[in-house]
């Protein structure tokens, strides 16, 4: 192929009424490098059609199941080039496995999978395929997340010894799952989104940007659980206590009943030298501390940034970028990937993309809290 | 044509090292209803042909010269729907000029033309053409500020009685325009930029800004423009004093040498019952203090918003949306306004889009505060 | 007495280099309703008279001891009318207990004495005396304290589900107890500090904003205390989750090796209907974020305030009152209690100002979360 | 005299019902260098009593007028060492020449007097006396105000260029005057206020500000002042552009019909090399932005400071210090002045502490500002 072709995106799951579907699209074209052209957008043929038809797709293109469009696509000349899977965690595993035993690599929604097990089982997939496997830690895609991260690394904070990361909202402070809200009714079904309520949806976005920015790992957990709404039948509220692998301690809450909180992604991380942070409601920057000298506020874009920051932005200092253009990072290095792969480069995909590892570890996150709830104490991760 | 099928843009300018051509790319395609196939990038052959193959296009459609677009393109059957203007200033009338005579919708990059007689001729054009004009002042389409114009619109604030607008940047504060950076060299050059320096690059949109969210018109201004920068040939600083055809007075300030700054874009608006506030640095809130009662945060996507603010945006409340989708909803307005054009509707052009008529009352405003500030007091508008 | 002359005051500690001494002298006389006339400032007799100048009382009346003071000071005519307790924390249960025993009612500085063994010690004592007694926990003295506790007290939350409460500092990131730190070298050494480092120091004040603004109990402690500097003696940052008495949940995180931080005292609340959130380091302003409207903040001092509010400040909204007002706060109801108390009225001590029984919680809360540390698990309150 | 003992603090005015008089009581005791023993408080003796009880001084010393007050007190062996002067702006010529004449130096509130030729003929009588004169323009107490005039003193921001001044109030959207409300009636009375409204009670705080900090003199004015609300005989909205005399130039915006604003003093400043900002609404800060580099948050009492900012707090890093303490900080360097010239020292008052130059200068201010908006354009300073 040439690389000057965009590459052939078709989406699993996006149909009328999701949230995440059409930004998967935007996100992924955002860039110029992958246009939607194929979908199974619904488990009914005729939503999925209407899907297509809004997303502006070949009708050929807009098929009735996965299986059907795996099928369909691996036999076209011009077939798509990867599967995106945007639909309720319950059929993250199955599209993946289908997707790369039709050859086609992958990039998926979080959480990577409904189950720890579950996402063992997609590591053996996607070593068995060889086939890259990308994963939409939307926020990982923030050009000042690459500058914390890269904060980080460069030794500027010293030892790191504290962590607060937090991730609230407030839209299910009523049972909304119970009068036909779309969103909330999957995510609060064990059978749609697996275990975990909270944990799953955002708790995860927390712990992975903690071990994403820190380049630590969690070793330890000490979680408390809640349904604080009655009758809803997973957590919506979650307060854990961790320990990383340097020795630093620190706090995740994550919480979906915080009423009034719209998407309060926050992340400090205290080092011996000074303290970053970054919150997702003002993107552009990231707030340093130092312990000797004036507060610092660095903006997206500026010369003074790292590379990997500088690397990521599309428009001059003071002109905002915000969550569909950090989500199209991540659809941008998916594709620089891809083509590196096709080109049989070793380890083609970026570093800084999330991938199969940050799978595994979201998922055993994720069981691992839970696990701690129930016992009401520490475990090890 | 079928409705569905994305309308075909053809680019003016954005070749190499452009800030804005790419943004207008990225804008147009947002949501899916417009994609860029053709363009005259540059004045020269080879980097126009290096831009399109940059942008993915048919290299048979990157051309050399507008001219030679509009002539070659009309002759398709898969033409280009309309033409975007994103040159230096002093190309925009005779671009829009040629784009119309050979039947093309135009959408342009502001100021709309190099002066206010050109403005004149531009809307002569426009309107003997009969074809959709859209103007991309960026700001315009950011949701809260479609929210601070409902609030305006509604009567919430009672009178108008106090503007304060202001837009800073800091990136001209040396003579970079001696050294070869490209934005800066013909935005310094009146050949290129028109006789406003500063007041035409960026003052027209503050200016833009009080009009369009008040409702109001500017009657007097009373200015001085200053090249604060030794040597350099227009305006890089504006402080004026201003008068609305409401009774109503207030300030603009615009720099370009307010070192520091990024690009602080910042509207207050004083009635007799409270004010609002506005930066596009932190673009998804707006601010409301009113006489009586608490401050009020009101923020972008929520429930409680105005049809007009919540119609404009892609993601739920508390996911920031940026510069590139404000820019989109113009694109996006101009896109539905084209169609309902071709299905012969009257008015076609959504009322929330920059059209001809602002074309003409900001280069008027650009003329007016050069003539205050030579006169050095009050001229009428 | 006349009503109309100022209530005298004699110290305990606050001789040179001590922070808080001033602190109290200063926050005890803004309202003109006491003065600093005596003191025991120091164990030096000498430094004691020095601090004596320094404040500008009475060189007879600067005494060598706290035992000579009360002895002195009883026979006087012009006694002292109370004694205000400033030492380090070992300190604190012998002067109250002097105090009451020569008849002095007792102000004295958090936390309230050395071990929660103390505080039943000081408890007992003070029911004995029958006298008042008041515990500077100064941040339930700003008026957005006391309006986030009357917006919980009326309800307007609905049920309190969730509390995030955080206390960061980080000028104890280096070992400068070991250097001749004052402050930081009693705060660093259990002999001065008692069992409690980071959390009696700071912890406390988070521990009891949460009690004093919520009107709920902590009845479950899971706590990590780590002394985080090498060679520390105390803990210098503790993580806790907590469970309320209504079934809330939460987290308490206070910090002194939080690199950068100042003094970032924060609390949020959230119950069915919205959440609040107040900063010390922006103290005139209350966040209220409501599920179902806009975001507001109230501001100190507006008309629209709660009657506790509006009854604390001095000066007009907009005008900032920061650390030494809300301090003075407490004394001004010291005050107002200790003339009641004369007046032989019930219940004298206004319920705003935290006495006796905070000061036992207080001590409670400290042995508690060095128990639940110790057993690294939940422990009751 | 003992330098040990307080200074003696006379006021005139402050009676029931004023905001400022109790404000300057609080500031001037708050450093325990200066005490309130008498004071005229009222014209009548009433009032005057009443409020001399509510200060809790000696009735004797409650006089019924300031000249009873400076014939009464110049004959007592205790008397005071100086006249604190916060009436309305007519009076304060009257009572400052009063004062001097019978040897007291004088501490005034601003505007110094009603008009420009009142200030010159105060400015004659202070260099006749011989006597210390200080003027509260309280926003100069502040330390990071204090930080911001170091920072152009030092050099760092290279040549001024450009300022931003504003002084936004709400509280006289209404016709308050016209209601009883005692603060606004005089305001907007010429007769007590002189004949500057807005531009007299809070313009004159921003163009104070703005040479207190620069070090820089305004020596052009184009101004514009309006009668909002319909029937006032005094402006309430001012905005003006200005020339400095080093060449740059600027705006000073100030209303007190800006419905919402509290009291929204800000100045911002920039130079070749950067920016800077202060908020008096979160006067801790001041932030300073880099053309080169990072912005800065500077926070009071830091260590990093200058020393005219350190040199004037009372707290650590993070405990917030607000009006009042600057309002103290004038005072207590009121009073080291006030000693210094007893012990006949050349200079005695600190430059930092606003005085007669001050005085004359902000009068100017106002006159010339009047006469602007009257012919419409620019007028030399």
């Not at 059409?22 to 199974?40: F, N, S």
């Not at 944990?199 to 349904?227: C, K, M, P, Q, W």
């Not at 920057?285 to 690397?311: F, N, T």
């Amino acid at each position: 192929m040439s690389e000057t072709r965009k590459l052939r995106m078709g989406m699993v799951g996006g149909g009328p009424g999701a949230f995440i579907g059409p930004v998967h699209k935007m996100a992924a074209e955002l860039d110029g490098k992958i246009e939607l052209v194929a979908g199974a957008f619904s488990h009914s043929a005729e939503r999925s059609r209407e899907a297509g038809a809004g997303f502006g797709i070949d009708p050929a293109r807009a098929y009735a199941s996965y299986g059907e469009m795996m099928e369909a696509e691996r036999k076209r000349p011009d077939a798509i080039d990867f599967v995106a899977i945007t639909t309720p965690n319950n059929l993250h595993l199955p599209i993946a496995v289908a997707a790369m035993e039709a050859g086609f690599p992958v990039m998926s929604d979080k959480p990577a999978t409904a189950s720890y097990e579950e996402a063992l089982e997609l590591e053996a997939a996607v070593k068995k395929s060889g086939l890259p496997y990308g994963l939409t830690h939307t926020y990982a895609g923030y050009g000042m997340v690459r500058e914390a991260r890269a904060f980080c690394a460069s030794g500027k904070l010293g030892k790191i010894r504290k962590v607060q990361v937090e991730y609230l909202q407030g839209w299910m402070t009523k049972p909304i799952e119970t009068t036909g809200h779309k969103q909330a009714s999957w995510r609060a079904d064990p059978a749609f989104n697996g275990p975990g309520g909270c944990i799953g949806d955002i708790g995860i976005h927390a712990f992975h940007l903690l071990e994403y920015i820190t380049g630590l790992e969690v070793t330890g957990i000490n979680a408390t659980l809640r349904s604080v709404v009655e009758g809803r039948r997973l957590d919506d509220d979650c307060n854990e206590l961790v320990r990383l692998n340097n020795g630093a301690g620190g706090v995740i809450s994550a919480s979906q009943v915080a009423a009034g909180e719209l998407n309060e992604v926050r992340i400090r991380i205290y080092g011996e030298k000074g303290g970053i942070d970054w919150r997702q409601q003002d993107p552009n920057k990231l707030v340093v501390r130092w312990l000797d000298g004036p507060e610092e506020i660095r903006h997206a874009a500026a010369g003074y940034l790292s590379a990997d920051a500088r690397g990521v932005g599309r428009v001059p200092p003071g002109h905002p970028e915000g969550y569909i253009e950090a989500f199209a990072v991540l659809y941008r290095e998916f594709a620089e990937g891809l083509l590196a792969w096709r080109r049989s480069e070793k380890n083609p995909l970026p570093t800084t993309l999330p991938g199969i590892a940050a799978a595994v570890r979201g998922m055993r996150y994720i069981e691992r809290t839970i696990e701690s709830s129930r016992k009401e104490g520490w475990v090890e991760f």
